[in-house]
C-alpha cells in the first residue's frame, strides 16, 4: 500500500508525494507513465504506485521497471449494442471501487489517457484527491475531454490541443510535452557511441545511410507491404540499409520477401527492446504518427517520414503529424497515398539530399521537448504537495 492515515500539512513535502498513475495498454501509452514515474522517483524522492490492467503492456512493463502495480477491470466504450456494452456498467462500478483505496491513499491521482484511467480518476474525484490529466495527442480522447472538469491540471503534448477543450478548462493546461524513455533521450548525447553498438547488434554496416521503419509495438501490416515493396525499388542502392521493425505477428512473412542482392541491406525484426539503437543508428524514420513515436524520433534529433494511421474518427495520428510537418521536422504520406514507388521516392527525395536531412533534423530538435518528463513531473509534484 501507499502509506498509512493522512498525512500532516506540509509533510507530503518531507517524505515525497505520493503518486498513483492510471493509464496503459499499448507501449505507447506504457513507455511516457513508466519515463514520468522514473522522473518523479528519481529527480523529486516521489513514491509511485500504477494502476491498469492484467491484458495491457502495462502489467509487465511496469513490474520490469520496478514499480508497484495493481491490476484492476476496466473495458473500452462500447457504442453498439452488445454483451460488453449490457456489462460495462457493472465493471465501471466495481473497478471505481477496487481504485477507491488506492485514491485515498495518493497525494495526487496522474491519468495518462485512455479507458484504462477512467475508474482510477473517478475514484480520486470521489475522494477529493488531487488530479492530473495528461494529453498525448493533438486530439485530446474521449476519457480525457470528459474528465479535464475534475482534473486540477491538464497536462498536454502539442500546444495545438489547447483550444480543444472547453474555454473554462483552457486555464488549467499546461505544454509540457511527451515524456520519453531516459534511454531514448540519451540518445541526443551519446548517439555515436550508441551508433557502433546499433551497427555490432543489429547486424548494420558502417557507411550506409540507414532507414528505419516500424510501425508500431505491434506492426503495421500496410507499412510492411509498402516498405517490402520499396526496398525492392531500392535494391540497387548499395549505399543505403534498412531496419524493419514488423512487429510480432508479420516477421515471418516479411522476411520470406526481403531482397538477397548485394544492394540495399534489409534487417526485419519483430519487436526491438532497444529502441535508443535503432535511433541513434538512423539517418531516417519512417513511421506510423502515434504521439510516443513523435515524442521520440524528434527528441533524438530525426527527420521523419509520418504514415498517420487512417482509421482513427477523429484523425489523430494525421494532425498529429501535421504538427510536425508545419514546424519543418517531418514529412507527411497519408495511408491512401503511400504505394511502393510513393514510399520509395519519398525515402530517396529525402536522403539523396543531405542539406534537405540536415535541416529537417534542426526542426525536429527545435519542435520537440526532450525536458518533457521533468516538466510533467513539477506539475504533479506541485499537484500533490499542495
Known amino acids: 500500500m501507499l502509506g498509512a492515515g493522512p498525512p500532516a500539512q506540509g509533510d507530503a513535502k518531507a517524505r ?11 507501449a505507447g501509452h506504457v513507455f511516457p507513465a513508466i519515463a514520468l514515474a522514473q522522473r518523479l522517483a528519481e529527480a523529486h524522492g516521489a513514491d509511485v504506485r500504477f494502476v491498469g490492467t492484467e491484458r495491457g503492456l502495462e502489467s509487465r512493463l511496469v513490474l520490469q521497471a520496478g514499480f508497484a502495480f495493481t491490476a484492476v477491470e476496466a473495458r473500452p466504450f462500447v457504442g453498439k449494442p452488445s454483451w460488453q456494452a449490457v456489462a460495462a456498467p457493472a465493471v465501471a462500478i466495481r473497478s471505481v471501487r477496487q481504485c477507491r483505496p488506492l485514491a485515498e491513499e495518493a497525494d495526487v491521482v496522474v ?9 482510477t480518476i473517478l475514484a480520486a474525484a470521489r475522494t477529493r484527491s488531487p488530479v492530473v490529466l495528461h494529453e498525448q495527442n493533438a486530439v485530446p ?5 470528459t474528465l479535464a472538469r475534475i482534473a486540477r491540471v491538464v497536462a498536454l503534448s502539442f500546444a495545438e490541443s489547447v483550444r480543444q477543450f ?6 488549467r493546461t499546461v505544454v509540457t510535452g511527451n515524456p520519453v524513455r531516459e534511454t531514448v533521450a540519451a540518445v541526443r548525447e551519446n548517439r555515436e557511441a550508441l551508433r557502433k553498438e546499433a551497427w555490432r547488434d543489429l547486424g548494420l554496416e558502417e557507411g550506409r545511410r540507414t532507414i528505419v521503419v516500424f510501425g508500431g509495438s505491434q506492426g503495421a501490416l500496410h507499412v510492411n507491404e509498402a516498405a517490402l515493396g520499396a526496398v525492392r525499388i531500392l535494391e540497387g542502392r548499395g549505399d543505403l540499409q534498412v531496419l524493419l521493425l514488423t512487429g510480432p505477428a508479420h516477421l515471418d512473412s516479411v522476411e520470406r520477401r526481403l531482397p538477397r542482392g548485394r544492394g540495399i541491406l534489409v534487417r526485419a525484426l519483430a519487436f526491438l527492446d532497444r529502441m535508443d539503437l535503432a535511433l541513434a543508428a538512423a539517418d531516417l524514420v519512417v513511421a506510423r504518427s502515434g504521439a510516443t513515436t513523435i515524442a521520440e524520433v524528434t527528441c533524438c534529433r530525426l527527420p521523419s517520414v509520418l504514415i498517420p494511421y487512417p482509421h482513427h474518427r477523429d484523425r489523430q495520428q494525421e494532425l498529429n503529424a501535421r504538427a510536425v510537418q508545419r514546424a519543418g521536422g517531418a514529412s507527411l504520406l497519408l495511408d491512401e497515398d503511400m504505394t511502393p514507388r510513393a514510399l520509395a521516392d519519398r525515402i530517396l527525395w529525402l536522403v539523396d539530399d543531405e542539406g534537405r536531412l540536415r535541416e529537417m533534423a534542426e526542426h525536429a530538435a527545435a519542435w520537440a521537448r526532450p525536458d518533457a518528463a521533468e516538466a510533467l513531473a513539477k506539475v504533479v509534484q506541485e499537484a500533490g504537495a499542495r
Open 16 to 26: 515525497g508525494v505520493r503518486v498513483l498513475i492510471a493509464g496503459g495498454g499499448t
Open 111 to 119: 491519468g495518462m489517457g485512455g479507458y484504462v484511467s477512467v475508474p
Open 141 to 145: 480522447g474521449m476519457a480525457n475531454r
Open 166 to 171: 472547453a474555454r473554462s478548462i483552457r486555464g
